[in-house]
């Protein structure tokens, strides 16, 4: 296994979500054409301070699965608990939400290890600005200064 973003710290749950993500992500591509879960997944997982904790990690393994699969919440809850499924709930936009809403309620929620994760996504997305429109680094920009202030 080649997770070795968990700074050696690879736990039988965190295995479980790394392999539960990589098979729900199978066949999907980055815009470049790159796997996804090796592209984005683990680059998200990636960019997560040192210290955190077990639950902030497997949300960050898991938190396009509610989006970007036919995984429910009620998936996520049932497979890996509460405190990982309110992570994923937290950074799951809802469809008919705006952006900036969307980012609002993450910052308002109580949930640190969800503003963490949405982080650590920014910022993996704004680590290649040149694979993304002008419009998305702007956007990602303004929503990373929303999160990281105050």
Do not use: W
């Not at 080649?2 to 990589?22: D, L």
């Not at 998936?75 to 939400?97: M, S």
């Amino acid at each position: 296994m080649t997770v070795t973003v968990y700074k050696s710290k690879i736990s039988e749950k965190i295995n479980t979500a790394y392999h539960f993500a990589k098979k729900m992500h199978a066949g999907q591509v980055d815009k470049a054409g790159n796997d996804y879960f090796t592209a984005h997944i683990l680059g998200v997982a990636d960019k997560l301070d040192d210290d955190a904790c077990e639950d902030t990690y497997i949300g960050a393994l898991l938190h396009d699965v509610v989006e970007d699969t036919e995984v429910s919440l009620s998936d996520v809850l049932r497979l890996f608990g509460g405190k990982v499924a309110a992570i994923v709930a937290t950074v799951t936009k809802p469809e008919d939400k705006a952006y900036a809403d969307y980012i609002d309620t993450i910052k308002k929620s109580a949930n640190k290890e969800a503003v963490a994760v949405k982080v650590a996504d920014l910022k993996h997305n704004l680590s290649t600005p040149e694979a993304i429109p002008e419009s998305l680094v702007k956007r990602y920009e303004a929503a990373l200064k929303v999160l990281e202030d105050g």
